[in-house]
């Protein structure tokens, strides 16, 4: 048999076969009989990048999360947007009009889709056709020609094939089995290699015999190397207990984008955790990196924030694109990105991740050279110096005692930053490894498993195919009010997600007749409590609240404190879970009721 010739339905029997297995075992006996009999002596990464098609780097990304694969599956199929299958499919989460078990699982909803519409016999389609359909749905722009491919595929595949497509294109197969037992099985130094290369390829064409062993390779510049991980403790005491006799470092756990910035003389890559290089920082970091880092070759460690030069602190999480965006195109801005290296990997011509942590920030302090608000270096007492937020005399220290560390801790969170991360001074710095030599202390968790039902109290105008209509709302929670209904709402957070097109639609429609023009001189209405920020000028208000409709919203299991909206917290990525027309205006939740939902999720 050809490499050309091995069946994708072969792939997907073991799939299936592994949702069977019941043991770790088992599925790692299934993997090996496909690699020894279907696959012996060949090309493994055309069959292991679609076993693990979220470390594939070789084909770019598809631009295809669960709604925009909805949506292409629709024009694929050819249906009717108003069909029950279309709406189906783009409201996945709730399964469509009526719920099935499936609700939540876009694969599994398609599938239930598919089944009524395509044929059950294999086209026999070979994983290599597969490959080659998926590069071409990776390298294509627009959404008739990613229909078009999708079309194709359906009509070479059977319903269950097609659904193992979709995982692959969601790069998330839920086999239940670990993407660590995954590469033990494929060889015992797969996992090695791949933390300080991040190349499924390579690994594959390196270790096809499990029987020769791979000479530990290190990290070089150039090569993504897979990020060393925190492991999260609940309070300030285990984590002290964990480190117990160990020199420690407390660090502020600055919350922007882990950033592995690879410097090979006028080269530079900025690599995030999952390996992409994000080459739109350049524009605003390449120039400091070339100037301020002295060393020609080297890897350094650390986080890309925004700095907000007028308000003197780091602006708020997700703000980076835009920033690295004006960077581009020449924009004048208070906001500038920031980098601030934590660590340094290798410099010259070795690399350093096997020295201790004390000697790395010894390293660090003469490779790199700190530019106010730009490039910033991370060492105990030091470093960062020049940007304090008001309240914060420093971010990192030495702990000496349990004190020392819940003090600091006390300190950055009521600074409103994430949280701290404890370090042992005595580690070397392992790719891949989560295993506490690095422990993570977060405040502001809130498990609410209810949904948070707010009101809108205004609309943002979207932009593309919304251009002109009310995309996003502004949301708020009641004042409570002694007497009868609330009177008073104050802003929450603006959310936009969640809600499918017609939905949308419907909503904005209903709402139309109260939309208020938020024209100049702009003027809130008295009913509502914002602060000054301008996220808080959504275009239109709504009239009057008892208009209103209140929507359920989800979010990361994360609150922030608020400094942006009148809410003393706000919701980390929302969505709209649902629209709550059901339920009268006068009922949505009220400031106190959520400061307590925090407060007692906390455990406060
Ligand atoms: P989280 O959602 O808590 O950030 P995570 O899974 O993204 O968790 P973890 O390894 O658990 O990542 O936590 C470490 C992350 O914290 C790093 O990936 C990095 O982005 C961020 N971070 C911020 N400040 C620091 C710091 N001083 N040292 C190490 N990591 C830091």
Redesign the pocket.
């Known amino acids: 048999m050809t490499e050309e010739t091995v069946r994708f339905g072969l792939l997907c029997s073991m799939f299936e076969a592994m949702l069977r297995d019941r043991t770790a075992a088992k599925k790692r006996k299934r993997l090996r009989t496909f690699l020894d009999v279907a696959y012996t002596g060949r090309e493994y990464f055309s069959a292991v990048r679609l076993i693990l098609p979220g470390l594939d780097r070789e084909r770019g990304t598809y631009g295809l999360k669960e709604s925009a694969l909805a949506n292409a599956l629709v024009d694929a199929l050819g249906i009717s947007k108003d069909s029950d299958d279309a709406r189906k499919l783009v409201n996945w989460r709730k399964g469509g009009a009526r719920a099935g078990a499936n609700a939540g699982n876009f694969s599994l909803v398609a599938a239930e889709v598919l089944q009524r519409r395509q044929g059950m016999a294999s086209g026999g389609m070979t994983i290599k056709e597969l490959n080659d359909a998926l590069d071409r749905l990776a390298s294509c722009e627009n959404r008739g020609d990613k229909a078009a491919i999708l079309s194709d595929l359906i009509k070479k595949t059977n319903p269950v094939e097609m659904k193992w497509i979709l995982m692959i294109i969601l790069k998330e197969l839920k086999l239940g089995i670990s993407e660590k037992s995954i590469f033990h099985e494929f060889h015992p130094d797969a996992e090695d290699l791949f933390n300080v290369t991040c190349d499924l390829k390579l690994v594959c064409d390196k270790l096809k015999d499990p029987s020769q062993r791979h000479k530990r390779q290190d990290i070089d510049v150039g090569k993504a190397v897979r ?6 403790v609940s309070n300030a005491s285990t984590a002290w207990k964990k480190l117990h006799g160990k020199n420690v470092v407390v ?8 950033i592995q910035i690879h410097k090979n003389g006028g080269e530079i890559h900025f690599f995030s ?1 999952n390996f992409l290089d994000h080459t739109e920082y350049s524009h605003g970091m390449s120039g400091v990196i070339l100037q301020n880092v002295l060393a020609d070759r080297c890897i350094l ?3 890309m924030l925004v700095w907000d030069t007028a308000a003197q602190r780091f602006a708020e999480f997700g703000s980076n694109q835009e920033i690295a965006k004006a960077a581009r195109e020449g924009l004048e801005s208070d906001r500038q990105l920031c980098y ?1 290296v ?2 340094i990997l290798y410099a010259g011509d070795t690399s350093v991740i096997h020295q201790s942590l004390t000697e790395r920030q010894a390293l660090l302090q003469k490779v790199v050279k700190p530019l106010k608000g730009r490039l910033e270096i ?1 060492v105990p007492n030091g470093g960062l110096n020049d940007i304090r937020s008001a309240g914060v005399p420093c ?2 220290i030495i702990g000496h005692t349990l004190d020392d560390v819940e003090k600091f801790f006390k300190q950055t969170v009521e600074n409103r930053d ?4 404890l ?1 042992d001074l005595g580690s070397k710095w392992e790719p891949g490894d ?1 295993s506490g030599k ?1 422990l ?1 202390l ?1 405040p502001d968790y809130i498990h609410a498993g209810a949904d948070l039902d707010a009101l809108i109290i205004g609309g943002y105008f979207g932009s593309g195919r919304h251009g002109g209509e009310v995309a996003q709302f502004l949301v708020g929670l009641a004042e409570r009010s002694d007497s009868g209904y609330p009177k008073r709402f104050v802003s929450f957070c603006r959310v936009g997600t969640g809600l499918s097109d017609e939905e949308l639609d419907a909503l904005v429609s209903k709402l139309k007749p109260y939309f208020r023009k938020n024209e100049y001189p702009k003027k809130v209405p008295h009913f509502y409590e914002v602060t000054n920020s301008s996220k808080e000028r959504p275009d239109v208000w709504i009239d009057s609240p008892d208009k209103s409709v209140i929507l359920s919203i989800t979010s990361d299991i ?1 609150t922030i404190k608020s400094e942006v909206f009148a809410a003393p917290y706000s919701l980390r990525f929302p969505r709209i879970q649902r629209v709550r027309y059901d339920k009268p205006w006068h009922e949505c939740l009220d400031v106190q009721s959520f400061v307590d939902l925090v407060n007692t999720s906390n455990g406060n």
């Open positions: 990020p060393q991980l925190a492991m999260r660090e502020c756990k600055f919350d922007g984008d882990r955790r460690d650390g986080e601030i934590f660590d991370l971010w990192s994430e949280g701290v991360v370090k989560r690095w993570k977060k994360r």
